[in-house]
């Protein structure tokens, strides 16, 4: 879980956002599709909460489908702006006796500005990062060498020629990837191992293809056969039922993770197949490319400086993401004053024109100063 927490003014107004794990979004298992049902029953059921129950639900499933960043979003659109806004109407309105319709309106802008852009700017950076640098920069800095250590492993004795094969090698490089998630999130408890990662890298590779089903279709949760949302919850849900025969009851159990040389790392399924995509793509696309030059060099040697590139790209990208959030956050503030040239926040008060001034001096006979009370 997430929790943010936001300084505004001189008081603390701190609100808890805690994000929906998007890995629970792609799948509903039929266990807590029952006791949503009986949750969702037993609240119609009673008078006083059933149409609120029916619209709750529906929100929660709504924010949960959209993944993380509209769970975000929404969460704080419901829980700080619009209550913010609809507070500072009220704004010294006991003393003005109307609405504060400008402060009101200067809060909606600055909430409507900051929330997004947490995910509209760092989004931009990375595209243009992917589009001049390779798809491998929107794989994370530990991912890009999981990833990557492995595929040196499995690169070995092959020329750069045959991994410059971007759907051949998929298909068996995904099947070791695979492989690793699933023995590593399960024990190396099934028995069928190679049938199933090859099962697994066969799906993964048909969910690549598939197109979304589109932003409106998944938050309202309508099936489109053959969507990338659809295609996804139904291998999860192949998934679950192997984690429940395997391994003993979890409250995390869409849960995975695969063994790296440096230790093991926590990922989702929707995760696992774009960080695959997006790696294998690059590499593979460097090879094609170092193979039409005659390349004769190490492959190895040459794969581990293709992942210290990589590495280091993402991490200046990062770090510009970041740069480019707090360098924004520091305009807005500018953005609406210049826009009112009077603080709404203090209409009502006595004096709002000089609250902020320094006090006027004026001479007196002898050249001495005093202060204009």
């Not at 609100?15 to 049902?37: C, G, P, V, W, Y």
């Not at 991994?163 to 190396?188: C, H, I, P, R, W």
């Not at 969507?227 to 979890?250: F, H, I, N, R």
């Not at 991490?315 to 009077?342: A, D, E, H, Q, W």
Request: glycine residues 8%.
């Amino acid at each position: 879980m997430t929790c943010i927490v936001k300084y505004v003014g001189f008081g603390r107004e701190e609100m808890k956002l805690n994000s929906i794990d998007n890995t629970r979004l792609i799948f509903k298992n039929n266990h807590n599709a029952e006791n949503n049902k009986s949750y969702a029953n037993s609240q119609r059921n009673n008078v006083a909460f059933g149409s609120a129950a029916d619209i709750m639900l529906a929100t929660m499933d709504g924010i949960e489908r959209g993944g993380f960043a509209a769970s975000f979003v929404a969460q704080d659109f419901l829980g700080m702006a619009a209550p913010r806004t609809i507070k500072g109407l009220s704004r010294n309105s006991d003393a003005t006796g109307k609405k504060n319709t400008a402060y009101a309106t200067s809060v909606a802008i600055r909430e409507i500005l900051s929330g997004p852009s947490l995910f509209i700017i760092p989004s931009a950076i990375l595209w243009g990062a992917a589009k001049f640098f390779g798809p491998a920069n929107r794989v994370k800095f530990d991912y890009i060498k999981g990833i990557g250590d492995q595929f040196n492993d499995f690169a070995k004795g092959k020329s750069a020629e045959s991994l410059g094969q971007t759907e051949a090698v998929k298909k068996d490089f995904y099947k070791e990837a695979f492989k690793n998630m699933l023995n590593t999130s399960l024990d190396n408890k099934v028995v069928d191992i190679d049938a199933k990662a090859q099962h697994f890298a066969d799906a993964a590779m048909e969910i690549e293809k598939a197109k979304s089903k589109g932003f409106i279709k998944n938050l309202l949760g309508k099936p489109v056969a053959g969507s990338k949302e659809d295609l996804t919850g139904a291998l999860m849900d192949e998934y679950v039922k192997l984690k429940k025969q395997y391994m003993p009851v979890s409250d995390n159990i869409v849960g995975m993770s695969f063994k790296t040389k440096e230790g093991t790392l926590g990922t989702s399924l929707g995760k696992f197949i774009d960080d695959l995509k997006n790696y294998t793509n690059d590499i593979t696309g460097t090879m094609a490319k170092k193979a039409k030059k005659g390349f004769k060099g190490s492959v190895e040697e040459a794969i581990s400086k293709f992942n210290f590139s990589r590495a280091g790209s993402r991490f200046v990208t990062t770090t510009l993401m970041t740069l480019g959030v707090f360098s924004f956050f520091t305009i807005i503030p500018k953005l609406y004053k210049s826009t009112c040239k009077t603080n709404p926040a203090l209409q009502g008060l006595e004096g709002p024109a000089d609250a902020n001034k320094p006090a006027e001096t004026e001479k007196k006979d002898g050249g001495v100063e005093n202060e204009n009370k």
